[in-house]
């Protein structure tokens, strides 16, 4: 029967029919009630509001559900490295550096990661999970690794995508420090530095390239690095990648490497956008999680300084002339150097980081906190993503950030891998519903403060914190001439005059 012939027998509904709150139909004129007056649109006697039904409960997706059990999943048995399955080269490297056991994302992924299975990992900043895909990608590429190979035009094995370039060098350093250990080299890419240096060494050959997803495809277009090899593809913060609009160069990218080969995705929360991704791209991947991306960090204590809009900056700087490391965030770019300056007016020495710097000032600045020569450091919710700096153990809210999300990632620059931080919010009278709305939806429980300049309360977190000794940095002692060393005496300015050049053609 075809679909007209079959819809012209359906029957037509009356011209008059309505719905009853019941969900049966009736028809024609409506029914008057004595006991709740009539149908013309007088207001019933003892009416009552209606009761609303309950919101239906969220349903969950099949990945959420995966999320939930590997939570919920019990500790793995405590191996070591060796036991993991490391090579012996990476394990020395490891305990050269004071690491030798390793952290909960790790034990639970690198298994199979080192099998060669797509991992989902969910962790939490600080947690470890750059060595948690860093030591198996290049334990496996080690391993696949041709013994004859040439370093001249070595095309790629391993890409990581990150979304900042604070990150890529963070990562990059990483990797490059056990990439030695397995004769792999690795290179960084990524927008705001020299592209030409960038083609130079990748047409040199590299195994592993760090890489934002922009300058890698303004790389791929020039014909400057190719993706045909790419063996294990890693994306390192997944959900900021997304929130800044970079998961369209993800799946161009993504598309560009071979089907078949092994991905890894490492985010701290997982929403919708990302959802999709790890669908499209990770069909069957292993799931671990450490951490629930809406609960705060157990080690980090939350406070709240309620106070006047005029005391905001006094206190901040008395806040700020603690002799430990403080990380601020403010919301606008402006809003970085108005308060960096105005930290120095009271005489604390302040570094601002934000997107309208070149890559060579986030550097310094970064360069400056992380050294202690600047121990404060304002950053905008961006700017920041890139900050991975040991040893802060205060982060401040001057502005309060737009959502729960943000909250819990600028609070993650603090208490990172196992050790303890506080997380201060500096909040005005008119701010006050807004942070305590934010709060509520992150899961976080503060202790709250009204404080003025001089507050006990101020007293105590400006003096808090290990000292950080100031490093003052001395230039070299230029060498000092001698006759044994091939020094010279000073040129003589008299005699027969130098020709002069002869101009370019």
């Known amino acids: ?41 007088q207001k019933p006697r003892n009416s009552s509001p209606r009761t ?16 939930d059990e590997a939570l919920a999943a019990p500790e793995p048995p405590t191996r070591t490295f060796a036991e993991l399955g490391l090579p012996k080269p990476m394990v020395l490297a490891l305990s050269r ?34 060595l948690a895909f860093g030591l198996p990608m290049l334990a496996r590429l080690a391993a696949t690794a041709s013994p004859n190979r040439s370093r001249k035009g070595r095309t790629p094995r391993g890409l990581v995508l990150v979304p900042t370039r604070e990150l890529a060098r963070q990562v990059a350093d990483n990797l490059v420090a056990f990439g030695h250990t397995v004769d792999l080299s690795v290179a960084m890419v990524y927008g705001g530095a020299p592209i030409s240096r960038q083609i130079a060494t990748l047409r040199g050959g590299v195994d592993v390239v760090v890489a934002t997803p922009g300058r890698l495809l303004d790389l791929v277009e020039r014909r400057a690095v190719s993706l045909g090899d790419i063996e294990i593809t890693v994306l390192d913060e997944a959900d900021h990648m997304a929130d800044m609009g970079f998961l369209p160069d993800v799946r161009r990218i993504l598309g560009l490497t071979p089907e078949g080969g092994q991905r890894l995705l490492f985010s701290a929360t997982l929403d919708k956008a990302v959802g999709r991704l790890v669908r499209e791209y990770l069909p069957d991947p292993a799931v671990h999680a450490v951490a629930s991306a809406s609960s705060p960090v157990e080690t980090m204590d939350h406070l709240v300084f309620n106070l006047n809009s005029e005391d905001k900056v006094k206190i901040a700087a008395e806040i700020a002339a603690r002799p430990a490391r403080t990380l601020f965030f403010v919301r606008t770019k402006h809003g970085a150097d108005r308060l960096a300056r105005q930290l120095e007016a009271e005489g604390v020495a302040a570094g601002a980081i934000h997107g309208n710097l070149n890559q060579n000032q986030r550097q310094r600045a970064l360069d400056a906190f992380a050294n202690g020569s600047r121990r404060v450091l304002v950053a905008t919710d961006v700017a920041a993503r890139g900050i991975h700096v040991d040893d802060v153990d205060l982060v401040v809210h001057f502005d309060p950030p737009v959502d729960d999300k943000a909250y819990l990632h600028r609070s993650g620059r603090t208490a990172r891998a196992g050790t303890t931080g506080t997380v201060l919010s500096l909040v005005e009278r008119s701010q006050r519903r807004e942070v305590e709305n934010l709060h509520r939806k992150a899961g976080i429980a503060a202790t709250r403060h009204d404080v003025t300049p001089g507050h006990p309360e101020v007293v105590a977190i400006g003096t808090s914190g290990t000292p950080i000794p100031v490093v003052t940095l001395v230039p070299p002692e230029k060498p000092k001439s001698s006759p044994r060393s091939g020094g010279r005496p000073p040129r003589r300015t008299t005699g027969r ?9």
Request: no cysteine; charged share 25%.
């Open 97 to 130: 550096r004071g690491i030798d056991a390793p952290f909960a994302i790790q034990s639970r992924a690198l298994p199979d990661a080192l099998a060669g299975r797509d991992v989902l990992g969910r962790a939490a900043t600080g947690s470890g999970k750059t």
């Open 497 to 505: 005059p130098r020709r002069p050049m002869r101009a370019a053609g």
């Open 1 to 41: 029967m075809s679909q007209h012939a079959s819809n012209s027998r359906a029957p037509r509904r009356a011209p008059h029919a309505r719905t009853a709150a019941h969900g049966s139909t009736s028809y024609g004129k409506p029914r008057s009630d004595s006991r709740n007056g009539d149908s013309r649109g």
């Open 52 to 67: 609303p039904r309950p919101a239906p409960a969220p349903v969950k997706s099949d990945l959420d559900i995966k999320l």
